[in-house]
């Protein structure tokens, strides 16, 4: 099973169950998916690498959505107050809810009461709690893929920089490598960088930038002998 389809089963809530016992799996499957470096690293290896892992976390989104449409249906199993339409509307937003529920809850509330909730904020707190098991559940299984990218952003910085600083290089390419050594150490520091932008376009975000090698050995009286 690759790791998208491993997602796309999830439609009940006994199904979000099975995938919430086991949130590393789908960091598994996306590491069996990560197409396999060239040798030596190629910048296209980086660039292919990241497009999946970022995708990986884009299906993370989307799989949110579903399942916070799940979650409402159960929790607002019995309420007319808050239609469709709108219930559509929170589980496509969901995610960007994360840093403040509290809105979520306001307007919730304010849906419920125009339709006539008997109990607008117990309505309101349904629709929060159903946010809070689908956003704890994304953040279970987003954590393993963003310590993938920082384990994988990690084991490369030092080959970027080899590359970075390698005088039989052309000058057009050590400066490119220095860019990726750069987003290699920010990806390590902060793996979700990754869902921010293409890789193409984070690493126009560095400057131009050519690697100094590192000084080559001085030649000692004592190496002189030894070549003689």
């Not at 030092?158 to 050590?174: N, Q």
Request: net charge negative; aromatic share 4%; glycine share 2%.
């Amino acid at each position: 099973m690759n790791a998208k389809r491993h997602l796309d089963r999830v439609h009940s809530r006994a199904a979000i169950a099975e995938l919430a016992a086991d949130p590393l799996e789908y960091a598994r499957l996306v590491r069996e998916e990560l197409p396999p470096p060239s040798t030596p690293l190629a910048l296209a290896d980086l660039e292919a690498r990241d497009a999946v892992l970022a995708q990986a976390l884009t299906h993370l989104d989307e799989l949110a959505q579903r399942l916070m449409r799940i979650e409402l249906d159960h929790a607002l199993a019995d309420d007319t107050s808050i239609p469709a339409p709108t219930r559509k509307v929170f589980a496509s937003t969901v995610v960007g809810y994360a840093a403040n529920l509290g809105l979520l809850e306001e307007r919730a509330r304010d849906v419920a009461a125009r339709g006539r909730a008997g109990d607008p904020a117990t309505i309101a707190r349904s629709v929060v709690d159903a946010a809070t098991r689908t956003l704890d559940l994304r953040e279970a299984l987003c954590q393993p893929v963003l310590d993938l990218v920082r384990e994988l952003a990690q084991s490369t910085i030092a080959d970027a920089g080899k590359r970075a600083t390698d005088r039989t290089l052309d000058e057009m390419w050590r400066t490119k490598w220095s860019a990726a050594r750069r987003e290699l150490e920010a990806l390590a520091a902060v793996p979700a960088r990754i869902a921010t932008a293409s890789w193409a376009a984070r690493l126009a975000t560095h400057p131009d930038q050519l690697d100094e090698p590192p000084p080559e050995k001085e030649v000692t009286f004592a190496d002189m002998i030894e070549l003689d």
